[in-house]
């Protein structure tokens, strides 16, 4: 592909003959409905990704080993569902010869093929969504795949779990099983982080995990699209995703919703080190896994 690789790692490093990772660019922003610039998103996450080290201190692991390859950018975004469509014959493609998807954003819409994808090809699965927004809307603005139905949409073919919840509409809340609902007001007023037990404790054994930025607070990530206050921090974010990782089989993941601006690239360097972290836990050996 034109443009920077993730982390420049072309070809791959390593042994591995054929990456065990994919990096899949969706840059769509067709249905966002206040700040445009999410279509942006992947190339400055990828250029961002230039300048991380590989090496992780928390896990001890370069996962860049196992091989990381970004692929071509998903161009069929003449329409919503054309788009739905092709990310989910691209994620169902890279699955079917083994590798460990990772889509990145794009406004959130993106997510529908990928969560579709993953449902398709294996059973017992749970998406983990982490998102200021409910994202239960039956449909807005004319379409059922608009970036506010990603979760009805999701719901449709497996079970979900929703956290850092903190704005939705009267509407959504028919179809928001509480249960399965953890809002920020009651995660971050509390140094207890039983909740995060609890999550886990819904989540089948595979999970797919869809991470929207507008769950960190504005004062950590204020390149969204729709920034809400009272999000999470970035260890918050980190703890549960670490614990997810080592205690269910994560089958792939997508991180959304960054809408990059000229003058602050710190948001465009945490969407990649996220990415670069989620990888780290998911592929860590099983010696440095926490009992």
């Known amino acids: 592909m034109s443009g920077p690789t993730f982390a420049s790692l072309s070809p791959p490093e390593g042994t591995r003959d054929e990456p065990a990772i994919v990096i899949i660019p969706v840059p769509y922003d067709a249905t966002s409905t206040w700040l445009k610039g999410a279509d942006r998103g992947p190339a400055a996450l990828l250029e961002a990704s230039t300048h991380i080290e590989l090496y992780d201190i928390e896990t001890g692991t370069e996962v860049c080993r196992k091989g990381i390859l970004t692929d071509r950018p998903v161009t069929e975004l003449s329409s919503p569902a054309g788009m739905v469509a092709a990310v989910q014959k691209r994620v ?127 004062s950590v990530v204020p390149s969204t699209g729709t920034p809400e206050p009272g999000g999470m921090g970035w260890y918050e974010v980190l703890r549960l995703m670490r614990m997810v990782f080592e205690k269910r089989n994560v089958v792939g993941f997508d991180v959304v919703e960054l809408c990059p601006t000229e003058h602050n690239k710190s948001p465009d360097f945490l969407a990649a080190k996220l990415v670069y972290k989620m990888l780290s836990y998911k592929f860590q050996p099983a010696d440095k896994r926490r009992r």
């Open 92 to 218: 169902s493609r890279h699955l079917a010869s083994g590798k460990f998807p990772v889509v990145i954003g794009g406004e959130h819409s993106v997510s529908i093929g990928a969560a579709w994808a993953h449902s398709a090809n294996c059973s017992n699965l749970t998406v983990l969504q982490l998102d200021a927004h409910s994202d239960l809307q039956q449909q807005y603005r004319g379409s059922k795949y608009n970036h506010a139905c990603v979760m009805a949409r999701v719901k449709e073919v497996c079970p979900i779990v929703q956290v850092g919840i903190r704005s939705m509409a009267s509407a959504e809340k028919e179809d928001m099983d509480l249960t399965r609902t953890f809002f920020a007001e009651d995660i971050c007023q509390t140094n207890n982080p039983s909740w995060m037990k609890k999550v886990l404790a819904l989540l089948d054994r595979n999970v797919y995990i869809t991470v929207d930025l507008d769950v960190f607070d504005p």
